[in-house]
């Protein structure tokens, strides 16, 4: 009797182990040498549940280039403007069917005023289409002749579905769990192992060094830590989820750390992470005071793009179709920076003002230059002082507004001082909302005013 209880309890724990296991057939693709263990490990059943989500939606026919552009008709084109009236018309309707089917073009659009940008959805959408341009103008090393469009991460929805948040920080009350230190808990991001369940902030927002090994015998400097070991395998297990792979699609197993002998999609990810890292921060952390809270995380951060966002399990986001070949009008408008296109800085040796991109706070190299001749004042008058003013334009929210004035104060505030002047001598005012503008966004309400003092 004892002995059929125990042979029952054998095959619990034999079927408990086992649930966590995949239930065959399960097919193996042989990727090097026999006997190397380069294999790739396919379920087919998850495979046919991934490809109806992998599939393009139709393309609409060609229009015509002739007849007049955008911008000649139109009140406010900044990145569209050299496209014909049919080709725009094409592209406006394209991105409502891949970002806002059902809500449709008032998503973005007041429709009294096609040309202002009261919402923020259309203030979005322009950077987004500034974003999509760059990838495909100056991502080929990642993104190849396949390129993106708005539907890559988008599929048909305002949020596209896989977007990553800083986790909430856990809180220490009085608990007997003790401080998880971000980690030891299953977490979906990691493929529910209790790795650190945020390895994107120190690789895809920062540059923190992947590794796990050191390159020289006797801890001599070198920054591989246990965490950023953990750290880096957390990465690693979301790069293999997001891309429906196993680690064979990049490594040669019988050496993670060896690029040799390694599958030369390793290179093509290595250009991933800094694409996706460029995304982040010049895109996206950009744009959060231009969004609504409720589309922001539990830590107020804006929603933000990894692997997954793009690939959502496939090896080539939609299977390797290449939508964006259908608008080689659009993918010529090329990867212009978002800050072309602004006014010159204007500069004396009491006055500099500075111009921003669209939602953007980053000071433009070429803007930052308007900022030269009042350094020089300042180094050659030791007592005098300077006020940062931001300013916004009336349109849209108001403490969004407000938000990203100040942010753009800091910015040119943070430039000074890199350039040696003392932070004391250096003063920030509030925001300061400019003169009223009633054609759309207007280039100089986004500006930073420096003033001697
Ligand atoms: C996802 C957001 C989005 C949707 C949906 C959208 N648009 Fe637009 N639209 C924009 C953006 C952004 C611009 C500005 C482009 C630029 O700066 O080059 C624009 C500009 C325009 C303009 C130029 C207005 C002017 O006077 O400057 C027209 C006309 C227009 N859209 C029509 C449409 C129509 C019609 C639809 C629906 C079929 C539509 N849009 C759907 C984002 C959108
Ligand atoms: C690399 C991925 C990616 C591509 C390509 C992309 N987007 Fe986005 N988009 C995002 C992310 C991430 C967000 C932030 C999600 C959110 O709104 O909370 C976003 C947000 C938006 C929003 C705001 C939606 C809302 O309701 O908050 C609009 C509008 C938008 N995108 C339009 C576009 C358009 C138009 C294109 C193509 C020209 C495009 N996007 C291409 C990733 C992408
Ligand atoms: C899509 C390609 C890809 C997949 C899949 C992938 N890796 Fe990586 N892995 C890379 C790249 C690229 C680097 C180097 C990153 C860098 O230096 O920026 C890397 C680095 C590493 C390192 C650090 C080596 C060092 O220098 O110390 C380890 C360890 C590693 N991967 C393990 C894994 C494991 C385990 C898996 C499966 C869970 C995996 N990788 C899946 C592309 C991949
Ligand atoms: C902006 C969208 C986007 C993001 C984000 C993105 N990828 Fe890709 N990736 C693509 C496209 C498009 C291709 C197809 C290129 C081609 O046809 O060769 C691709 C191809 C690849 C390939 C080559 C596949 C093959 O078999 O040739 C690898 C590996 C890869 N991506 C890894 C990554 C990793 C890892 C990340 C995150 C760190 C990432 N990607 C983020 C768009 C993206």
Redesign the pocket.
């Known amino acids: 009797m004892t002995r059929r209880l125990s042979a029952w309890f054998a095959l619990l724990a034999a079927a408990t182990l086992l649930v966590g296991c995949e239930r065959p057939p399960v097919d193996t693709v042989q990727r090097g040498y026999r006997g190397t263990g380069m294999e790739l490990v396919y379920n087919p059943r998850t495979l046919a549940a991934m490809a109806p989500l992998n599939v393009a939606p139709p393309l609409p026919d060609p229009a015509s280039p002739d007849g007049p552009k955008a911008k000649q008709v139109f009140k406010n084109v900044q990145v569209l403007g050299d496209l014909s009236i049919g080709e725009f018309t094409r592209y406006m309707t394209a ?1 409502t069917a ?3 089917p059902v809500e449709g073009c008032n ?2 659009h007041d429709p009294e005023n096609l040309g202002e940008d009261k919402k923020y ?1 259309k203030v ?2 322009r950077r ?2 500034q ?2 341009n760059h ?1 495909n103008a100056d991502w080929k090393s990642h993104v190849a002749e396949t390129g ?3 539907f ?3 599929r048909g929805g ?3 579905r896989q ?1 990553w948040f800083k986790p909430q920080p856990q809180e220490l009350r009085a608990n007997f769990i003790g401080d998880r230190d971000g980690q030891n808990q299953a977490s979906k991001t990691v493929g529910l192992s209790s790795l650190p369940y945020d390895p994107f902030t120190p690789y895809l927002l920062s540059a923190q060094t992947i590794g796990v090994g050191a390159d020289t015998a006797l801890p001599t400097g070198h920054v591989a830590s246990i965490v950023h070991t953990e750290q880096t395998y957390g990465l690693m297990v979301h790069m293999s989820e997001g891309l429906g792979v196993n680690c064979t699609y990049c490594h040669n197993t019988r050496n993670f750390k060896s690029w040799e002998g390694a599958p030369p999609q390793r290179a093509t990810a290595w250009q991933g992470i800094r694409m996706t890292r460029e ?1 982040n921060n010049d895109y ?1 952390v950009p744009l959060t005071p231009a ?1 609504p809270p409720n ?1 922001l995380g539990p830590t107020g951060d ?4 990894y692997c997954a ?2 690939h959502q399990g496939a090896y080539k986001p939609l299977n390797g179709a290449q939508m964006a070949k259908a608008f080689p009008e659009v993918l010529a408008l090329g990867g212009a920076r978002p800050t072309d296109g602004l006014p010159a800085p204007q500069a004396d040796a009491v006055r500099a003002v500075l111009f921003f991109a669209t939602g953007s706070a980053a000071l433009d190299p070429d803007q930052a230059k308007g900022l030269l001749v009042l350094v020089a004042t300042l180094s050659a008058q030791p007592r005098a002082t300077v006020a940062v003013s931001g300013y916004h334009s009336a349109s849209g929210d108001l403490a969004g507004n407000q938000a990203l004035a100040r942010q753009r104060a800091t910015s040119v505030r943070d430039s000074l001082l890199a350039a040696g002047v003392a932070p004391a001598r250096v003063k920030l005012e509030k925001p300061l909302q400019a003169e009223a503008n009633l054609v759309g966004e207007d280039p100089a309400a986004r500006r930073v005013e420096v003033t001697l003092k």
Not at 302 to 305: G, L, S, T, Y
């Open positions: 991105i891949w970002v806002a998503y973005c959805t979005v959408a987004m289409m974003m999509t990838i993106v469009t708005c890559t991460c988008h305002a949020v596209p977007v995304l996206l969004f589309r804006v929603a933000k793009v966002t793009c």
